[in-house]
């Protein structure tokens, strides 16, 4: 027990180190937001540390952790069609989808939140002085504050890894109700990419090292980045073939894949490590409300 109060609390200390770091450097600050980006150095070394705790103190009774969500609407006045009720169904939709990682959410009781400006999700993306002007007067910390949007030019959503821990996620208004919101909320909680890597260098099939080579989850098969498949029936469209000609056989069904709708699960291990986040370094910080 004392081992594990240990672990506890230098895994609480690890964001407070990180976070300093990357406040030195206003640059670094984007590279931790997801979405199409490379991995960082710095989430990265983190997540490998996370991860050797995990496997260390394994919780094993996951009773169910829920988050406060607070919205916040950007640019209302263009926003004619967007109701409470698509709210209510959003949130329904995500909590269907996490209760297997036993992790669930609701509405924070204070309400909507508006912000007005004409900024796309885009703007928000690009630009770190726009995301904190226009979040930081509404931001709480104590809830997942999720920022919806009329409009997206590139960019249908973001988040940022818990290196940070910026309980933000950002999403355009028509993905409300589609596995693209999972997938943020997954990032949130720490996931990769099950394509991870293979942006950049061709991994290899075998299993060998798949604790630390792409995603760093065991259960997720390795998955060669911009695969063409078909959505009808979530098959791939051709072979794609690792460095020593082994075929790649990703599971399009997964939630941290880019295979559209055909996602609609997270692996074991993803719903372990999602869990382990969730309850080490996110819950802690707020402050349950409802
Ligand atoms: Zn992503």
Redesign the pocket.
């Known amino acids: 027990m004392r081992k594990l109060l240990l672990g506890l609390f230098l895994i609480a200390l690890l964001p407070l180190a990180c976070q300093r770091q990357l406040q030195q450097d206003a640059t670094a600050y984007k590279k931790n937001v997801?979405?199409?980006v490379v991995l960082s150095d710095d989430y990265d070394v983190y997540l490998d540390q996370i991860i050797a705790l995990q496997q260390k103190f394994p919780i094993e009774n996951q009773q169910i952790l829920r988050f406060p969500v607070k919205i916040h609407v950007v640019n209302p006045l263009l926003n004619s069609e967007l109701r409470d009720e698509d709210f209510s169904e959003a949130l329904n939709f995500l909590n269907s989808n996490f209760i297997s990682s036993n992790i669930q959410f609701d509405f924070v009781k204070e309400g909507n939140d508006y912000i007005y400006s004409e900024r796309n999700v885009d703007h928000f993306y690009k630009s770190a002085n726009v995301e904190e002007f226009f979040t930081k007067k509404t931001y709480d910390e104590n809830a997942i504050n999720l920022y919806v949007f009329d409009d997206y030019k590139d960019v249908i959503g973001?988040t940022h890894y818990p290196v940070l821990n910026l309980n933000r996620i950002f999403i355009s208004k028509v993905h409300l109700q589609d596995p693209a919101f999972v997938?943020?909320m997954?990032?949130f909680f720490g996931l990769l990419?099950t394509f991870e890597k293979e942006i950049t260098q061709q991994s290899d099939v075998s299993d060998q090292n798949c604790g630390s080579n792409g995603d760093k989850i065991c259960d997720t098969p390795p998955d060669p980045f911009g695969a063409s498949f078909i959505e009808k029936d979530c098959s791939l469209f051709g072979e794609y073939h690792d460095k020593s000609g082994r075929d790649y056989r990703p599971n399009l069904n997964n939630f941290?894949s880019?295979y559209g709708s055909c996602r609609t699960q997270f692996s074991p291990q993803q719903q372990d490590l999602m869990y382990f986040i969730a309850k080490v370094i996110k819950h802690p910080k707020m402050r349950v409300r409802v």
Request: charged share 10%; glycine share 18%; proline share 0%.
């Open positions: 997801v979405h199409g973001y997938h943020e997954g990032h990419h941290m880019y």
